[in-house]
């Protein structure tokens, strides 16, 4: 049985580090997503049980807030949920 080449093994290794990385920045991109998801979903809530509103409404107006005032709906629902208000 030969050995692999240190050229192999350095390649490999490579190849594993550049892996580990796109693993960290995928996991980095999914954890915000949930915390985003989490967040509208909380703000949609709030408007729920504050305006009396169906579920379809209150996304609709977390999204209108969103379009007004030219901010990601999941700022507009983070903003919602850490200080109760739509509006900056």
């Known amino acids: 049985m030969t ?3 240190v050229s192999t093994v350095g390649a490999e290794l490579a190849q594993a580090v550049e ?3 796109t693993a960290r920045a995928d996991y980095g ?3 915000a997503a949930l915390r985003s998801r989490l967040d509208i979903g909380i703000a949609m ?3 729920m049980e504050r305006h009396r509103l169906p579920q379809e409404q209150a996304f609709d107006v977390l999204r209108s807030a969103s379009q007004r005032q030219n ?3 999941s700022e507009i629902a983070a903003r919602m949920v850490s200080t109760g208000s739509l509006e900056a």
Do not use: N, T, W
Request: aromatic share 0%; no cysteine.
């Open 3 to 5: 050995e692999p080449s």
């Open 19 to 21: 892996d580990l990385a």
């Open 29 to 31: 991109r999914l954890e």
């Open 45 to 47: 809530g709030i408007l």
């Open 71 to 73: 901010v990601k709906l």
